[in-house]
């Protein structure tokens, strides 16, 4: 018996899509990895230095996207959540050890999202040595714009992506400024991981970051993608 035939003992879950704009049909979303430390001025302004790191990765779960601009809700256990505005990588073909000339060869599209950050619990995390889900994984932490095709924009590699916090600018940067290209990031992390159609790479974020509380708008912009906005809540 094939799963989607099989009887559950309790109510199944339902997989995560995203819509793909000016289509009908959705993304399916497997996993979300995301990369840390992808510009330097940010990694400068977290207290790193941006020339002596490799790229490190850390996950989120496919059911902490918020889509459709939907709301932030300000989550337990923390009073210190950063925004982080990131750029969104959506595989279309998976592989391993894919070679960095074939890379981009496995984007389906690009969106904007938001890597939203409990600080004060990650960093509690790094000075433990303890693993960063709690301050990374939570309900809400991934809110997320559609899919813009590679048909559509081509693929990304400069261009400004912003961040605004009640209309004053907190993050500009641009994407020729990752320390990781896309096919680097898509190189390295294929060399660790399976990566499948369905996956989301998030791609770090650019100096700037900073607490939210209740009531703020955050209004992300990127370059060849368009915007993001979430209210807190
Ligand atoms: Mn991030």
């Known amino acids: 018996m094939s799963s989607l035939e099989a009887e559950f003992v309790i109510p199944a879950i339902q997989g995560v899509s995203v819509a793909v704009r000016g289509k009908a049909a959705r993304f399916p ?115 997320m714009t559609d899919i813009v095709t590679v048909e559509q924009i081509g693929h990304l590699s400069s261009g400004e992506i912003s961040l605004k916090l009640n209309g004053e600018t907190k993050q500009n940067s641009d994407l020729n400024q990752l320390i990781w290209s896309v096919p680097e990031i898509i190189a390295h992390l294929s060399a660790i991981f399976e990566l499948k159609a369905g996956d989301l790479i998030m791609t770090g974020t650019p100096a700037g970051v900073g607490a939210v509380k209740r009531g703020d708008v955050m209004e992300g912009h990127c370059a060849g993608i368009g915007s993001i906005t979430a209210k807190v809540v």
């Open 29 to 143: 979303v497997r996993r979300i990895y995301c990369v840390g430390r992808n510009y330097a001025e940010h990694t400068r302004e977290m207290g790193h230095d941006p020339d002596r790191e490799l790229p490190f990765f850390f996950q989120k779960n496919p059911d902490n996207l918020v889509l459709d601009n939907g709301d932030f809700p300000y989550p337990s256990a923390s009073n210190n959540v950063h925004f982080e505005v990131e750029m969104v990588v959506a595989i279309g073909t998976g592989g391993t050890d894919i070679p960095l000339e074939k890379a981009l060869n496995h984007v389906y599209g690009y969106a904007l999202g938001l890597d939203m950050t409990r600080r004060d619990l990650q960093g509690e995390a790094k000075k433990t040595g303890r693993p960063w889900e709690i301050g990374k994984a939570f309900e809400h932490s991934a809110p």
